[in-house]
């Protein structure tokens, strides 16, 4: 089963700011198959980015993702208020799913 | 437009059983398969498992095999999440999302909260 560590845990930043959040995976993941999704408190998570680096229905430009082989990185260009949140990157591979342990994008 | 509707919050003694579902609606329900995320309370995602409904193949992350049971019922275009025997530990906020063609969770469910307390 491939695991995901992110990093950081917690970024502190201010709205207007950009941020990099890291996906690391313990084997090679195809990047057709690495998503990056979003969590507000009290929402379900929103798909933001899929095949590494395709954004989602709706989703702003500021999101956007690169990554291959076992790093990848989610990049806000610039912070909105509502980007404020959690983000979990998820990956498939060999039937099974994963997701990271998420990292929170706070405000400083 | 795209739904997935989920069933309403359960409040479960130990060892009771539990059937949540989650209905789809605005598009083929047969054409995409439909996972099952957990969620403990101040915790990360966890996938759980995941049913075609066009023949109700199912896979099951390796953590939850054997502990519940994943159907559906494609006439009704809905799918379930099912446990015999619920532990304090299945306390938790249940997901259910659809599965897109590069193997992300195109839309979700507002989730079904469970609380599991003798």
Known sequence: EIVLTQSPGTL?????ERAALSCRASQTVSSSYLAWYQQKPGQAPRLLIYGASRRATGIPDRF???GSGTDFTLTI???????FAVYYCQQYAGSLFTFGPGARVEIK | ???LEQSGAEVKKPGESLKMSCKGSGYS????????????PGEGLEWMG???PGDSDTRYSPSFQGLVTISVDKSINTAYLQWSRLKASDTAMY????HGSSHEFDHWGQGTLVTVSS
């Open chain 2, 29 to 40: 329900f047969t054409s995409n398969w439909i996972a099952w995320v957990r969620q403990k």
């Open chain 1, 64 to 66: 956007s993702g690169s």
């Open chain 2, 1 to 3: 437009e795209v739904q």
């Open chain 2, 95 to 98: 997901y259910c999302a659809r």
């Open chain 2, 50 to 52: 995941i049913i075609y």
């Open chain 1, 12 to 16: 502190s930043l201010s709205p207007g």
């Open chain 1, 77 to 83: 260009s610039r912070l909105e208020p509502e980007d």
